[in-house]
């Protein structure tokens, strides 16, 4: 499941690279930033359910390692 969010995150935040990137309308721009910070905050809450007493920062910087993982691999 921490695997499954992960992925999602990394395609929602590449998406809203490409659409940033893209002569698409702004509201393309708003709406692929939006669907990738919602992925990002799902993989957070997902680890802050997994990790009993983590904080909401170590649970970012838990997100933000994972999903650096799979970007770099």
């Known amino acids: 499941m921490l ?3 992960t992925d999602k995150a990394v395609r929602e935040i590449g998406f809203a690279q490409l659409a940033a990137e893209s ?3 702004q509201a393309v ?4 930033a939006w669907d990738a910070a919602r992925a990002v905050n799902e993989l957070v809450d997902l ?3 997994q990790e009993y007493g983590i904080s ?3 649970a970012f ?3 933000h390692t ?3 993982e799979v ?3």
Do not use: P
């Open 47 to 49: 680890i802050v359910a």
């Open 61 to 63: 910087g838990r997100a």
């Open 3 to 5: 695997q499954d969010a």
């Open 66 to 68: 994972l999903i650096e």
């Open 29 to 32: 721009h708003v709406v692929s």
């Open 23 to 25: 002569d698409e309308d």
């Open 71 to 73: 970007v770099c691999a």
């Open 56 to 58: 909401i920062d170590e």
